[in-house]
């Protein structure tokens, strides 16, 4: 297994203190499921590892393979190697004999030089597929998120949020760029499943905020093979949206100018988001 270069030097020395990072790691066991979860930035992925990581039992939905974490994951497990790195993930990151972690196409392509050695790893693994289907909204989002260098409600306080809101201007450009990004991840991911043949569980974030997080977690439980939450178990997440009237302004604004394109980008996204299933119907 060997990583891309713009990973190839992020892992751990091998000293005497990676070596006892591991011996620690595999001191707590080791998964026996684990969840992959494909997806796109402003999907609702934060909110989801929030939900998954309340459970206790599901693991923490991380990224794991965004390639600005792994340097600190990999001091964290004294992992040397990329497919060390994959092997005490199993042991630091599981929560109740589950491993879960999230990934866009755009961070496997970064970490792994033969994006099939992800994919045979985790094949037979039950693989989820969240995106957004209001790509325009999704777009607006992602552009506000890296103006504001706000993610989450959770990263600033309501004055802080309500000055970097005042200061988000519309800017067409940087919205197409950013809706261009968005599609090019969901063209890979497509082309990913295709060519190594997953068949993920497609989920969207307009049908999971409109769901009960009990159910959520229902149905990553069961593809887990784990039980459903027990009714005392608290299922809250810290992560608020940081959307305001101006991103649906804006949206709409975008959306009157560029008509014919996102017809298109209807056109072809229509085959991907009509898979989209609600969790009361994951099984």
């Known amino acids: 297994m060997i990583p891309n270069d713009r990973v190839a030097n992020s892992f751990a020395k091998d000293d005497a203190l990676s070596e006892s990072r591991r011996i620690r790691g595999q001191s707590f066991g080791q998964a026996t499921a684990t969840l992959v979860i494909h997806f796109t930035p402003r999907s609702g992925s934060s909110w989801l590892s929030s939900l998954l990581e309340a459970s206790s039992y599901l693991g923490t939905g991380l990224e794991l393979f965004n390639p600005n974490f792994i340097p600190s994951i990999a001091q964290f497990y004294g992992a040397r190697s990329l497919g060390e790195y994959v092997e005490m993930a199993k042991h630091f990151s599981a929560r109740g004999g589950v491993l879960s972690f999230e990934v ?23 693989s989820f597929w969240l995106i957004r289907e209001d790509i325009v909204s999704q777009a607006v989002s992602l552009a506000k998120m890296v103006r504001m260098k706000i993610g989450h409600a959770t990263q600033a306080d309501p004055a802080q949020r309500r000055a970097a809101d005042e200061s988000f201007d519309y800017d ?21 499943f295709s060519e190594f043949d997953v068949s993920p569980t497609r989920l969207s974030y307009e049908r999971m905020i409109a769901t009960h997080p009990r159910e959520i977690i229902a149905g990553f ?20 949206k940081i959307a305001t009237q101006k991103n649906i302004e804006f949206a709409n604004l975008f959306r009157r100018q560029n008509a014919a394109f996102l017809s298109e980008v209807e056109h072809e996204r229509s085959a991907w988001v009509s898979k989209v299933v609600s969790f009361q119907a994951v099984d």
């Open 104 to 126: 866009t196409s755009h961070q496997l392509a970064a970490v792994f030089r033969n994006p099939e050695d992800f994919f045979a790893m985790y094949r037979g693994c039950p």
């Open 172 to 192: 067409q450009q940087e919205i197409l760029k950013w809706l261009q990004h968005i599609l090019a991840a969901e063209r890979l991911s497509e082309l990913f």
């Open 221 to 240: 439980a069961r593809a887990a093979g784990r039980p459903s939450p027990p009714d005392t178990l608290e299922l809250n997440s810290a992560h608020e």
